[in-house]
């Protein structure tokens, strides 16, 4: 039995929503986040992002192995990557676009409470011993704090969401509040599945969208 700390395991409430809505209130945690633009799917700029997020959480998770572990460290399992996304336009509510080259996006997977600035900074130069060739200038460690949201679990392919958004759409209403998608609060999607290990109709993707009450 592991006993590392697993985040999706220990705070269900915000990694496993059940495939009906809730209303849950986010509160602040720690993310390394990477900012960029165009089609994940065929994006230098998103690949790049996903070496990089990976690369430095996974040098902090493992800095046990080479002396620099900070204090606080403790046995842990990477947390899930996640999304915040919106367009060219601004506005995105996980509907309204088509052509996925005006996707404007912020990439990020949560780090542990003993993640600081100078433990970020450690992680970047052990990860540039390995891959000098990266730009790490994109990264930021980032205190997040979401606040009030509608969330839901979608199961099935990225282009499907639609319909489970507008379940959770309906939801909200419903409950007597409003959705506050704007420039300041994206569609967030926190991804459970590898898409390159698991076939499309068993992923398992979060659809958090911010709300107001009316």
């Not at 319909?163 to 459970?192: C, P, Q, V, W």
């Amino acid at each position: 039995m592991s006993d590392k700390f697993d985040y999706k395991k220990e705070y269900k409430d915000l990694y496993m929503p059940k495939t009906k809505p809730s209303i849950i209130e986010v509160p602040e945690m720690i993310f390394i986040m990477v900012d960029g633009k165009g089609n994940p799917n065929t994006a230098e700029e998103y690949k790049n992002a996903m070496e990089i997020l990976y690369g430095l959480s996974y040098s902090i998770k493992m800095s046990k192995m080479s002396g620099t572990q900070p204090k606080g460290y403790f046995e842990y399992v990477v947390p899930p990557l996640e999304g915040l996304w919106w367009g060219d336009e601004g506005y995105f509510d996980g509907t309204n676009i088509t052509d996925k080259d005006k996707f404007r996006w912020t990439s990020m997977i949560r780090q542990p409470e003993f993640v600081n600035s100078e433990v970020f900074e450690t992680a970047k130069q052990a990860l540039l011993k390995k891959k000098p060739q990266l730009d790490l200038s994109a990264a930021r460690l980032e205190v997040f704090k979401e606040g009030l949201c509608a969330q839901i679990m979608h199961i099935g392919p990225y282009d499907d969401e639609a319909a489970t958004i507008k379940i959770m759409e309906e939801f909200i209403i419903k409950e007597g509040y409003m959705n506050d998608i704007s420039d300041a609060r994206h569609h967030h999607e926190i991804y459970l599945g590898d898409p390159r290990k698991t076939s499309p109709e068993k992923l398992k993707t979060v659809i958090r969208h911010p709300i107001r009450e009316k």
